[in-house]
């Protein structure tokens, strides 16, 4: 995404999203919500928007605590209990190959 002039798009997700990082390389996006009974966090294929996979943290979903390693290969995630007297818990997530 190289500016804003593209035309939006809209991809399911799940509800109360509160996180969404798109791929260095642009071919898939990553959106994260803080949903109890659904996925925290949803890797979509772009352009298409079919779904590759879908975790469940076991945890609240820090806003915007996303982001994509380098390569692709993995996604970091960051969740935390809803009470947040636990500490933060960083999640490495693999992502297979495109």
Same mark, same amino acid.
């Given at each position: 995404? /190289?500016?804003?002039?593209?035309?939006? +798009?809209?991809? =399911? $997700? $799940?509800?109360?999203?509160? !996180?969404?990082? #798109?791929? *260095?390389?642009? $071919? *898939?996006? /990553?959106? &994260?919500?803080?949903? $109890?009974?659904? =996925?925290?966090?949803? #890797?979509?294929?772009?352009?298409? %928007?079919? *779904?590759?996979? +879908?975790?469940?943290? &076991?945890?609240?979903?820090?806003? &915007?605590?996303?982001?994509? !390693?380098? %390569? %692709? &290969?993995?996604?970091? +995630?960051?969740?935390?209990?809803?009470? !947040?007297?636990?500490?933060?818990?960083?999640?490495?997530? =693999?992502? =297979? +190959? /495109?």
């Amino acid at each position: 995404m /190289a500016d804003l002039s593209q035309q939006s +798009a809209f991809f =399911p $997700t $799940t509800a109360y999203p509160n !996180a969404v990082e #798109v791929s *260095r390389d642009g $071919t *898939r996006i /990553a959106a &994260g919500s803080d949903a $109890t009974y659904d =996925p925290d966090v949803v #890797v979509l294929r772009l352009p298409d %928007g079919i *779904r590759e996979s +879908a975790v469940e943290l &076991g945890e609240n979903l820090v806003s &915007g605590a996303l982001a994509w !390693a380098p %390569g %692709g &290969g993995r996604l970091y +995630a960051v969740s935390q209990h809803w009470s !947040a007297v636990e500490p933060p818990v960083l999640h490495v997530l =693999p992502v =297979p +190959a /495109a």
